[in-house]
């Protein structure tokens, strides 16, 4: 590693700023995260169970801009 270094200190300013922009996006890429299939689809499983759940029991179901209020 130290030998890295010493390399990497060696090289033109440009070619520095190249390689740590390039360092930003992998570490940008890295930390995306994604959700999968799996949890897509438990959500809409337990909204449809609240939305069921809801007309069952006659509870109101609440508006989009208090959905947003609460954001």
Same mark, same amino acid.
């Given at each position: 590693?130290?030998?890295?270094?010493?390399?990497?200190?060696?090289?033109?300013?440009?070619? #520095?700023?190249?390689?740590?922009? &390039?360092?930003?996006?992998?570490?940008?890429?890295?930390?995306? @995260?994604? /959700?999968?299939?799996?949890?897509?689809?438990?959500?809409?499983?337990?909204?449809? #169970?609240?939305?069921?759940?809801? &007309?069952?029991?006659?509870?109101?179901?609440?508006?989009?801009? @208090?959905? /947003?209020?609460?954001?």
């Amino acid at each position: 590693m130290e030998n890295l270094w010493l390399y990497l200190q060696s090289l033109p300013k440009s070619n #520095k700023k190249w390689l740590s922009e &390039k360092l930003q996006e992998d570490l940008s890429q890295e930390e995306t @995260e994604y /959700i999968s299939k799996a949890e897509v689809l438990a959500g809409i499983d337990a909204g449809l #169970k609240e939305m069921a759940e809801r &007309k069952r029991t006659g509870r109101k179901v609440k508006t989009l801009e @208090e959905l /947003i209020d609460e954001l």
